[in-house]
């Protein structure tokens, strides 16, 4: 593992369990990666509630309920749509905490509106309402996914010690 990403996720792992909170995470670009950097720390399942792959339209439909209309107006990678999967996950696994990555990691798909390394990532506490966060990073196709994991691990340490 990534000596940043292992040190932001054990610093993430002590103010959860120190806050006796938990999180939840929905994921689509990174195909699993936050969830995997995060549940490969020892004693991940006292704060670690699950974590959702969804990476077809019709997962983030049936699975967390993003709504058909911010799919077909915004497509899946929007904040609208960042944010959906966000309280879709949160709902599903009733964590403290949950965060969700939508984006382009290419090296296709990008489109002149939409280019490749765009990424939003939705952030939701529980009793608050979600918000969401875009980034645009560049390199090959596993170094935008990394970045997105770093990123995703970078916010939650701050929405968690707020």
Known sequence: MNQDVLTLSQSLAKLLINGKQSLSVAESCTGGWLS????????????????????????????????????VENGAVSALVAEGMAEGVMQAFESSFSISITGIAGPGGGT??????????????????AYSI???????????RLQAVEEALRILLVEVTQ
């Not at 002149?112 to 309402?129: D, M, P």
């Open 112 to 129: 002149k509106s939409k280019l490749v390394g765009l990424v939003f990532f939705g952030v939701k506490r529980k009793g608050l309402a």
């Open 36 to 71: 995997k950097t995060l549940t490969d720390l020892p004693g991940s399942s006292a704060w670690f509630s699950g974590s959702v792959v969804s990476y077809s339209n019709k997962a983030k439909q049936n699975i967390l309920n993003v709504s058909d209309k911010a799919l």
């Open 134 to 144: 875009q980034k645009n990073f560049s390199g090959s196709r596993d170094e935008i």
